[in-house]
């Protein structure tokens, strides 16, 4: 069966600090993988996508995943951490569906950034 | 990019009562959108697929009786919940795919069943 982990309900970093958010995905074929993030009280907003082109994805606000076949994960990093990037982070995989597709998301990681 | 929108973005109202929840796509059609339900510091589950011009898709658990969804234009889609009882409050998104499998996310609506 399909499914998204992210490893780390929480995770704390100083401004400045490089982010990283892990996700590993089940997923019995070729997936397509997403982050997005979530700020308070609002929807989600789309940070980045692979499907099935380059690994090395670039989103916005600098962040960036990788997508590593041989070890089923797409964490996403950002090098400097700001206090903006506060929120929470949401992995997903796409699979398809009856007459198109669905989303299964992972747990999601909330992300402390420290002045 | 394309833009979803919810209506209301907050409602409160007393138990038994309906309440509906409107999703709408401002600059695109939408044959298909998704409705989700998150409770507080959990991830987004998936309630239903809303399909225009047919029958809403449940997903396994969900009461389809009870929230019941319409999607009767290329850009509106709508989730009602019956009788709300305090354990529906929960905040309810929905979503609209676009290119490539992403989807547009609506900005959520937060109900709170007293």
């Known amino acids: 069966a399909q499914s998204v982990t992210q490893l780390g309900s929480h995770v704390s970093v100083s401004e400045g600090a490089l982010v990283l958010l892990r996700c590993n995905y089940s997923?019995?074929?070729?997936?397509?993988l997403f982050w997005y993030v979530q700020y308070p009280n609002q929807g989600l907003q789309l940070l980045l996508k692979y499907t099935s082109a380059a690994t090395l994805v670039k989103g916005i606000n600098g962040f960036e995943a990788e997508f590593k076949k041989s070890e089923t994960s797409f964490h996403l990093t950002k090098p400097s951490a700001h206090m903006s990037d506060a929120a929470e982070y949401f992995c997903a995989v796409t699979l398809p569906n009856t007459g198109g597709f669905k989303t299964i998301f992972g747990a999601g990681t909330r992300l402390f950034v420290k002045a | 990019g394309a833009v979803v929108s919810q209506h209301p973005s907050w409602v409160i109202c007393k138990s038994g009562t309906s309440v509906k929840i409107e999703c709408r796509s401002l600059d695109f059609q939408a044959t298909t959108m998704f409705w989700y339900r998150q409770f507080p510091k959990q991830s987004l589950m998936l309630m239903a697929t809303?399909?225009?011009?047919?029958?809403?898709?449940?997903e396994q658990g969900v009461e389809k009786d009870k929230f019941l969804i319409n999607h009767a234009s290329l850009t509106l889609s709508t989730l009602t919940v019956t009788s709300a009882h305090p354990e529906d409050s929960s905040f309810y998104i929905c979503s609209a795919p676009g290119r490539g499998d992403e989807q547009y996310f609506g900005p959520g609506t937060r109900l709170t069943v007293t």
């Open positions: 997923s019995s074929v070729p997936p397509y």
């Open positions: 809303s399909n225009e011009g047919s029958k809403a898709t449940y």
